[in-house]
Nanobody
Framework: QVQLVESGGGLVQPGGSLRLDCLASGRILSLNIMGWYRQAPGKQRELVASLTSAGVINYADSVKGRFTISRDNTKNTMSLQMNSLQPEDTAVYYC????????????WGKGTLVTVSS
């Protein structure tokens, strides 16, 4: 099992920036994918961005050009730099880990709230 702890959420004005961090610990395999998902009130959880251990990146269309995902495999950390935030980015942001070999196990963090409001 992999434990995931998110940090960095908070309240920000429209147009502002925030950085989210995720620290992973536990049984982390060499081939994996980590990602950020978000869930707004009354909506389904959706992918924001993902990054494999090999460096393959995927972004949701809604955040392309505004958000940047990164990770440090040596420290088992992942970050999401969010710029030009808008009210529609308000959501609980979750860190996700999935093995790409072995059992394909998926683990989730508890989430961190991002609120974009004036």
């Amino acid at each position: 099992q992999v434990q995931l702890v998110e940090s960095g959420g908070g309240l920000v004005q429209p147009g502002g920036s925030l950085r989210l961090d995720c620290l992973a610990s536990g049984r982390i395999l060499s081939l994996n994918i980590m990602g950020w998902y978000r869930q707004a009130p009354g909506k389904q959880r959706e992918l924001v961005a993902s990054l494999t251990s090999a460096g393959v990146i995927n972004y949701a269309d809604s955040v392309k050009g505004r958000f940047t995902i990164s990770r440090d495999n040596t420290k088992n950390t992942m970050s999401l730099q969010m710029n030009s935030l808008q009210p529609e980015d308000t959501a609980v942001y979750y860190c996700k880990y999935q093995n790409l070999i072995g059992d394909g196990r998926t683990d989730w963090g508890k989430g961190t709230l991002v609120t974009v409001s004036s």
